[in-house]
């Protein structure tokens, strides 16, 4: 069946401007995360929904992040007013089990 | 704090030898801990999870184990192939629920 995607693959954006990432979890699935790996570092978790509960933030670095899940699917992460520092590679995953979560391709993003 | 700490960055094999990877952790008592693939350019892949009362676990080539004394796990690849170079990441539940990896271990397979 079809994986986890995300769209773009690839952002280059101006300093300053908004961008939004966007992530089709596997159909079925009730929990979808969003990580950031910058190069040749871990995973940092930013955020976490499950299911109609109210979504963890608590690895958002800022107020300029942001992400919503409409209709327990599809989950965008919104980046406003975009730094340089934000570069990195966004991935999303999602999981029906918490324990095995399903990544996809990530979008990586340049801030210029 | 809690941390992750997977002790080498990078490790260089011959073909045929057993890869042996190691994911030592501080302040967490976590239920299981699993371990991850993540090829370049790609998101991380599942491979294995263990419980906190299991000592060991196998599957096919790989062999994990988990001792909560020492807040330690090693994971090893055992007859080690080329196709096995990639980055692998321990992972663990963090007190708000959220999964916290390591940095991971860059593992190179020399034929």
């Known amino acids: 069946g079809a994986g986890v995607s995300q769209s773009p693959s690839n952002k280059v954006t101006e300093k300053g401007k908004d961008v939004e990432l966007r992530c089709d979890p596997i159909?079925?699935?009730?929990?979808l995360y969003w990580y950031r790996q910058s190069l040749g570092q871990g995973l940092e978790f930013l955020i976490y929904?499950?299911?109609?509960?109210?979504?963890?933030k608590s690895g958002l670095p800022s107020d300029r992040f942001s992400a919503e899940r409409t209709g327990g699917s599809v989950s965008t992460l919104t980046i406003q007013r975009t730094q340089q520092e934000d570069s990195a590679v966004y991935l999303c995953?999602?999981?029906?089990?918490?324990?095995?979560?399903?990544f996809g391709p990530g979008t990586r993003l340049t801030v210029t | 704090s809690q941390k992750i700490e997977q002790n080498s960055e990078a490790l260089n094999i011959q073909e045929g030898k057993t890869a042996t990877l190691t994911c030592n952790y501080t302040?967490?008592?976590?239920?299981?801990l699993q371990w991850y693939r993540q090829d370049p350019g790609r998101g991380p892949v599942f491979l294995l999870l263990?419980?906190?009362?299991?000592k060991e676990k196998r599957k096919e080539r790989l062999k994990v184990t988990f001792d909560t004394t020492l807040k330690q796990s090693l994971f090893h690849i055992t007859a080690s192939q080329p196709a096995d170079s990639a980055t692998y990441l321990c992972?663990?539940?963090?007190?708000?629920?959220?999964?916290?990896f390591g940095a991971g271990t860059r593992l190179t397979v020399k034929p």
């Open positions: 995953a999602s999981s029906l089990v918490r324990w095995e979560q399903y």
């Open positions: 159909s079925g699935h009730t929990a």
């Open positions: 929904f499950q299911g109609n509960s109210a979504p963890d």
């Open positions: 302040n967490y008592s976590p239920a299981y």
């Open positions: 263990i419980r906190e009362n299991e």
């Open positions: 992972a663990l539940l963090g007190d708000n629920n959220d999964m916290r």
